[in-house]
């Protein structure tokens, strides 16, 4: 079983930086590829950013390409997410999810075992 706890949401103006925790329990967390989500109000859930169990490959929504940077340090059994140059249209609750039958990362949410409760991040114009 693996717990997943999101931190580091908050209000941002617009341009501004938010960098997100995923903290994990779990011997097995180090071996299942991780990804972000988000969803805003009236919206599906959106993939935004993966990351494979060693941290080799990482793929981004073509939205955040270049503004958001995932990583993950194992040993802590955490997963970060970095958002730079943010935007109003980046408003919404991310989750972090874990994939228990693969090691590399998956677009799809329901491929994902493991969910957090969510941060919410908000950019004001």
């Known amino acids: 079983q693996v717990q997943l706890v999101e931190s580091g949401g908050g209000l941002v103006q617009a341009g501004g930086s938010l960098s997100l925790s995923c903290a994990a329990s779990?011997?097995?967390?180090?071996?299942?590829?991780t990804g972000w989500f988000r969803q805003s109000l009236g919206k599906e859930r959106e993939f935004v950013a993966g990351i494979s169990w060693s941290g080799g490959v990482t793929y981004y929504a073509n939205s955040v390409k270049g503004r958001f940077n995932i990583s993950r340090d194992n040993a802590k059994k955490t997963v970060y997410l970095q958002m730079n140059s943010l935007k109003p249209e980046d408003t919404a609750v991310y989750y972090c999810a874990a994939d228990a039958s693969s090691g590399y990362v998956s677009r799809g949410s329901s491929a994902y075992d493991y969910w957090g409760q969510g941060t919410q991040v908000t950019v004001s114009s």
């Open positions: 779990g011997r097995t967390f180090s071996s299942y590829a």
